[in-house]
């Protein structure tokens, strides 16, 4: 089953803890993406992978991390958690630049930063 | 400053009748629109999507209408369904750029 996961899917944890979230896809895709959604905003990408090694910023980047040292794995890394860290976060695979029509999103991690 | 926009957080209609749920934006770059459905403890997933070369998109029970010179689109659903309770996330792609821009979305509640 074309998937992917992320865990954990609930974290609460306190202010400069370093944390990771892992995400994983099996379909072989290139593109992965993280995402937060809060109240009120939407949706807002964080940053985004094109390929092995590849990385770059989305529109909130500031407080994460990224890596992708395989294909199929995309964690994300908050080095010093802070409050406004507190979110619903998205990780998304899809096959390649423009395949939005076959992005799949994870089920969710929810983070609470105290 | 949301360049993409759906102006009403909640939309609740009758069970067989139709549900519209609309989405503004203001980025002129944006060629490609999604509508995305999610449901409570489940990421997003793809529903429908139109190229800004098209103007209506339809597949099954589900309509999507563009009208660039407004800058809106509409979601039609028809007829709704209780499975259709769920909440709904327009985003749009600008050609050239890496990833989607959100609206904040619309929580569709289908009445018995």
């Known amino acids: 089953e074309a998937q992917v996961t992320q865990n954990p899917r609930y974290l609460i944890t306190v202010t400069g803890k370093k944390l990771t979230v892992t995400c994983s896809q099996n379909m072989n895709h290139e593109y992965m993406s993280w995402y937060r959604q809060d109240p009120g905003l939407g949706l807002r990408q964080i940053y985004y992978?094109?390929?092995?090694?590849?990385?770059d910023k989305g529109d909130v980047p500031e407080g994460y991390k990224v890596s992708r040292k395989e294909k199929r794995n995309f964690p994300l890394i908050l080095e010093s958690p802070s409050p406004n860290q507190t979110s619903l976060y998205f990780c998304?695979?899809?096959?390649?630049?423009?395949?939005?029509?076959?992005?799949?999103f994870g089920p969710g991690t929810r983070l609470t930063v105290l | 400053d949301q360049q993409v926009k759906q102006n009403s957080p909640s939309l609740s209609v009758q069970e067989g009748r139709i549900s519209i749920l609309n989405c503004d934006y203001t980025n002129s770059m944006f060629d490609y629109f999604l509508w995305y459905k999610k449901y409570p403890a489940e990421g997003p997933t793809f529903l429908i999507s139109?190229?800004?070369?098209?103007d209506k998109n339809e597949d099954g029970r589900f309509t999507v209408f563009l009208n660039k010179s407004a800058k809106h689109l509409s979601l039609h659903i028809v007829p709704s369904q209780p499975g259709d309770s769920a909440v709904y996330f327009c985003a749009a792609a600008a050609k050239g750029a890496d990833g989607l821009t959100f609206g904040k979305g619309t929580h569709l509640i289908i009445q018995p």
């Open positions: 139109i190229s800004s070369i098209k």
């Open positions: 992978s094109m390929n092995v090694e590849v990385t």
């Open positions: 998304a695979s899809r096959k390649g630049r423009i395949s939005y029509n076959e992005q799949f």
